[in-house]
């Protein structure tokens, strides 16, 4: 998974935990030789909310979740803070109607799984920065 960034959860002997899909997963991690030292900035979901949903994109009053939650006192490092954009392109070939709706929403972008999610800026308390 070269790229992604995982919080390191915990570390027991050779076994690694880290936060990924919603779950804490365990691999193995002898001398923590499968481990790279990183930065980012630590997002954790805010206090009081039990779960926050996860987005496949930052769209203005996005209800584009993926299905998946993270679960309170879950950590994950966010890579990016985006504000929400769409580029609207409906009609073929007729450049003067397209146009860039935004708002002043902004996601975290984070690794979930195999790919790049995302989750709102409003969902979550800032843990650590770089």
Do not use: C
């Not at 009053?61 to 769409?86: E, F, K, M, R, W």
């Not at 002043?104 to 650590?128: L, M, P, T, W």
Request: glycine share 10%; aromatic share 16%; net charge neutral.
């Amino acid at each position: 998974m070269t790229g992604q960034r995982f919080y390191l959860a915990e570390q027991q002997g050779d076994w690694s935990a880290i936060y990924y899909g919603g779950q804490k997963v365990w691999f193995y991690n002898p001398g923590m030789k499968n481990t790279v030292p990183g930065s980012g900035t630590l997002i954790t979901p805010r206090a009081g909310l039990s779960s926050i949903p996860v987005y496949g994109r930052a769209y203005p009053d996005s209800n584009a979740t993926l299905g998946y939650t993270i679960p309170a006192g879950q950590v994950y490092v966010a890579t990016d803070l985006v504000t929400a954009d769409h580029y609207v392109a409906t009609t073929f070939n007729d450049l003067p109607s397209y146009y860039v709706l935004t708002s002043g929403e902004q996601f975290y972008q984070i690794s979930f799984n195999h790919r790049i999610a995302f989750v709102k800026a409003s969902d979550v308390q800032v843990v650590s920065q770089p």
